[in-house]
């Protein structure tokens, strides 16, 4: 069974110093891995995804995730943290099965990011 | 281009009653999948539609029900409201190609409140 696992529910930064956002993630197969970012009030918007190729993926908002396979991690990071950054992130994991219509997420508890000025 | 919108925003009902919550799938995306997100916790999967058939079902009992029409949009069906059944209900579109690793795309939600 898939899981996904986000080991802090809150992470404090100082706006423009880097941040990072885990998540660790259980699959019998190879990963689809995501991340989304949800505002108070507000459904879920999508960050970035791995599917596969580079470990190092670029999202939106300059947002990046860095895949490691042997750790089964997808931790979300940015170089500089800005105060709008402040929201509930979400990892998601999906995996594989073949002849599967759809996508079947799995998504984390979630982590509240406060970017403090 | 349109995203995936979601009526009605707030619903507030009973136990015991019945409701209906829509979803219109953003252009040019044929699945829709449905989220319950209780306060606090990530959204937990219902099930999901694709050519008008349910194609996969999460951990929700037989009250929780729904359809697709054939403009792809969909509604849920929830009946004999619980306290519990109160969240936020979101509804997400993607293109469902077998295998694929398409990115589901979310609505704003719909927030229920059984008293």
């Known amino acids: 069974a898939q899981s996904v696992a986000q080991p802090e529910d809150q992470v404090n930064v100082a706006e423009g110093n880097p941040l990072t956002v885990k998540c660790t993630y259980s699959v019998s197969g190879n990963p689809y891995l995501f991340w989304y970012v949800q505002y108070p009030n507000r459904g879920l918007q999508f960050l970035l995804k791995?599917?596969?190729?580079?470990?190092l993926v670029k999202g939106s908002y300059g947002f990046e995730a860095e895949f490691n396979k042997s750790q089964t991690s997808f931790h979300l990071k940015k170089p500089s943290a800005l105060v709008s950054d402040s929201a509930l992130y979400f990892c998601?994991?999906?995996?594989?099965?073949?002849?599967?219509?759809?996508?079947?997420?799995?998504f984390g508890p979630g982590t509240r990011l406060s970017v403090l000025p | 281009d349109a995203g995936v919108t979601q009526s009605p925003t707030h619903l507030i009902k009973t136990r015991g009653q019945q409701v209906t919550l829509r979803c219109s799938p953003k252009s040019g995306h044929d699945t829709v999948s449905w989220y319950q997100q209780a306060l606090g916790q990530g959204p937990q999967f219902i099930f999901q539609?694709?050519?008008?058939?349910?194609?996969q079902r999460g951990n929700f009992p037989d009250r929780f029900s729904g359809h697709q029409f054939p403009n792809y949009s969909s509604e849920l069906n929830v009946n004999a409201l619980l306290l519990g059944d109160s969240a936020l209900y979101l509804c997400a579109s993607s293109l469902g190609t077998s295998g694929s690793a398409d990115t589901q795309y979310f609505g704003p939600g719909t927030r229920l409140t059984v008293l």
């Open positions: 539609y694709y050519e008008e058939e349910e194609r």
């Open positions: 998601a994991v999906r995996d594989r099965p073949p002849e599967n219509y759809g996508q079947n997420f799995v």
């Open positions: 791995y599917i596969t190729g580079d470990n």
